[in-house]
């Protein structure tokens, strides 16, 4: 299974791709790392940024979507902005989407420790967390 981790930061979607494929994982290539939208009160550039993740997602085979929850209230709550990005990707037709909160993915990393350091990925460090997302949800 090909799934994309997401996390939501600001005005930007960092993303992650990761398969599991007989009971390995693998971190294959992407284009993009992460996607942004700019100007959000703009309906097209919303309409852009949804049809950028589509065409990724078609390009890609993904199968599976994966959002890191954010709080709607409190001192760490998400943005508008942020909020906006989450619809533009549940929104998409072509592929599931599902929100992970912070502490089923938690719990699934304790269940099954990564089998890998992040620093040895070659992964961006901006890319962790969505990385663990994608992780947390292809951990069975």
């Not at 072509?94 to 990925?121: A, N, Y």
């Given at each position: 299974?090909?799934?994309?981790?997401?996390?939501?930061?600001?005005?930007?979607?960092?993303?992650?791709?990761?398969?599991?494929?007989?009971?390995?994982?693998?971190?294959?290539?992407?284009?993009?790392?992460?996607?942004?939208?700019?100007?959000?009160?703009?309906?097209?550039?919303?309409?852009?940024?949804?049809?950028?993740?589509?065409?990724?997602?078609?390009?890609?085979?993904?199968?599976?979507?994966?959002?890191?929850?954010?709080?709607?209230?409190?001192?760490?709550a998400?943005?508008?902005?942020?909020?906006?990005i989450?619809?533009?990707?549940?929104?998409?037709?072509?592929?599931?989407?599902?929100?992970?909160?912070?502490?089923?993915?938690?719990?699934?990393?304790?269940?099954?420790?990564?089998?890998?350091?992040?620093?040895?990925?070659?992964?961006?460090?901006?890319?962790?967390?969505?990385?663990?997302?994608?992780?947390?949800f292809?951990?069975?």
């Open positions: 299974m090909r799934v994309c981790g997401i996390e939501i930061k600001g005005s930007e979607a960092i993303l992650c791709l990761m398969t599991l494929k007989d009971g390995l994982f693998d971190l294959p290539d992407c284009r993009q790392t992460r996607l942004a939208l700019t100007q959000d009160k703009d309906a097209e550039n919303v309409q852009k940024f949804q049809f950028n993740l589509a065409k990724l997602i078609e390009d890609y085979k993904i199968e599976q979507l994966v959002i890191k929850e954010r709080p709607q209230k409190g001192k760490f998400g943005g508008a902005v942020g909020f906006k989450e619809a533009a990707i549940q929104l998409i037709n072509r592929c599931p989407s599902l929100i992970l909160s912070g502490s089923i993915i938690k719990e699934k990393i304790k269940q099954h420790p990564l089998p890998v350091d992040f620093k040895d990925t070659g992964l961006k460090g901006f890319q962790e967390t969505a990385f663990v997302t994608a992780y947390a292809l951990a069975k």
